[in-house]
């Protein structure tokens, strides 16, 4: 027995050396960390600046170097802008009072829009009838950033560490931002959707059959050489014409996207707000790189060749919109078919048009915003960080 209890006591010493051993080891690197003042505290913070308002957490690690993980979020708040609606052949105000001229046509020839077959030209009429006879739709614009970041700051100063110097990166969704028009906007939208969808049927069957030209007279038709409602986005490449129309909800829409990954450097001014150095201020300065233009997302939008119209030697259509000898329309999505003898649907419609790299020359206020957008490569950083000692 005796040899029994020996054998314990040699057996529990050796058991219990090497976890005294492990907490040994373990408090060692606990006392080493704090010697050297690597993750021995952590501060906690809210932010406000350019990036909008956010938090993150800090923890240094050594004399000079300190690492920072947060998260970024701007408001959405809406800024309202105006949008000029045209047609491809003149203003949408002469459209407007094109379409009385129209009515006043159809009374003419003894027409009763309460008649079966004019319900999609009544539906127009009064749509437009009930708006305001204005040539612009207002758009709301909002911003949609939140992102992600992790910094690393250097405190390169032995004795002096109000100052840091920063480098890192935030990342966040593509899309930072929209443009959409605004709800009260919708009747108008609907009614160019209205207007359009009559425009393209109407060189070959006119309204319920009815046209409101002498057959030999398209171009004193009012509604025939009007052209296509919406919103001329500039040129693409090859000068061709860019044309928005809103789409089958009556909505028109932009959005902006980025690169995900945005680097960043900047520097900063630290300070203490208390005695006990619990409440600290953190002011950074710096810029975040977006690794190129942004791009300017669009959908719906007709790519027309309005230039002067084109026939080669043998009278064969080669190009351009007008009218040929005979009085035959070729328009924009309208085209007459010199085969058969009738005009046919015609128009390239496009979807993620990239307003900033895909056109040229955009008009107008769209142009100016547009334009703008592209020298954002590069974002601004200026914002104020109050911070709380954890630990």
């Known amino acids: 027995m005796k040899k029994f209890g020996v054998f314990l006591i040699v057996l529990s010493l050796t058991t219990v050396m090497p976890a005294q051993d492990e907490t040994k080891d373990k408090q060692s690197i606990t006392s080493l960390m704090a010697e050297k003042g690597i993750l021995n505290h952590m501060d906690i913070g809210v932010n406000v600046g350019t990036l909008g308002i956010g938090i993150d957490v800090a923890m240094p690690v050594g004399d000079y170097v300190r690492i920072r993980a947060g ?34 046509k159809l009374a003419e020839y003894n027409i009763d829009l309460n008649t079966p077959g004019y319900e999609e030209y009544k539906k127009m009429y009064d749509k437009f009838s009930k708006v305001e006879k204005r040539d612009y739709v207002t758009m709301g614009l909002k911003p949609n950033v939140h992102q992600f970041k992790f910094l690393v700051d250097v405190l390169p100063f032995k004795n002096n560490k109000h100052w840091s110097f920063t480098a890192g990166f935030f990342v966040g969704p593509s899309d930072v931002g929209d443009a959409c028009n605004l709800e009260k906007e919708t009747l108008i939208l609907e009614g160019i959707n209205a207007y359009n969808s009559i425009y393209k049927d109407y060189p070959q069957n006119g309204i319920n059959g009815a046209f409101l030209r002498p057959r030999d007279q398209a171009q004193d038709d009012p509604f025939f050489r009007t052209g296509l409602a919406g919103f001329k986005l500039g040129t693409f490449d090859d000068g061709e014409m860019a044309m928005m129309v809103p789409d089958k ?46 791009s300017i997302y669009v959908d719906n939008v007709y790519k027309i060749d309005a230039s002067e119209i084109r026939f080669d030697e043998e009278g064969w259509y080669k190009g351009g919109m007008g009218f040929d000898t005979d009085n035959n329309y070729y328009g924009d999505i309208v085209r007459w078919n010199q085969v058969e003898w009738r005009y046919d649907p015609c128009g390239e419609l496009r979807n993620h048009v990239d307003m900033v790299h895909d056109l040229h020359d955009i008009p107008g206020k769209v142009g100016n915003m547009v334009h703008t957008a592209s020298k954002f490569k590069v974002y601004p950083n200026a914002s104020v960080t109050f911070s709380y000692r954890l630990f």
């Not at 052949?89 to 009385?100: A, H």
């Not at 909800?249 to 932009?254: C, G, S, W």
């Open 71 to 104: 998260y970024n979020y701007m408001p959405r708040i809406t800024l309202h802008s105006n949008f000029n609606i045209e047609t491809s052949n003149g203003s949408y105000s002469n459209l407007l009072s094109k379409v009385d001229k129209i009515n006043d």
């Open 249 to 294: 909800n009556a909505t028109v829409r932009a959005e902006m996207s980025v690169n995900k990954f945005r680097p960043y450097l900047g520097f900063g001014y630290n300070t203490h707000l208390s005695k006990d150095k619990k409440w600290n201020m953190n002011v950074d300065a710096g810029i975040l790189f977006l690794c190129g233009a942004p």
